[in-house]
């Protein structure tokens, strides 16, 4: 859990930045929920697998 101490909020506006990926915060999902983001998975297979290429580029930039 590498990227926890972000938080949801700042975690998710980092994929939308460094990833272009949007995600929802946790944290809205109640108190539990801080520490993780929900993806919809609404696209077609072509968008999710690009998503998840980008999803690599970014948190590589992480750390």
Excluded: C
């Excluded at 946790?26 to 968008?47: K, T, Y």
Aim: net charge neutral; charged share 25%; hydrophobic share 35%.
């Amino acid at each position: 859990e590498p990227y926890r101490e972000l938080g949801s909020i700042e975690f998710a506006s980092f994929l939308v930045r460094e990833a272009e990926v949007a995600t929802s915060p946790g944290v809205g999902f109640g108190p539990g929920g801080d520490g993780h983001v929900r993806f919809a998975l609404i696209e077609n297979e072509q968008r999710i697998h690009q998503a998840i290429r980008n999803l690599r580029r970014g948190l590589t930039k992480l750390g």
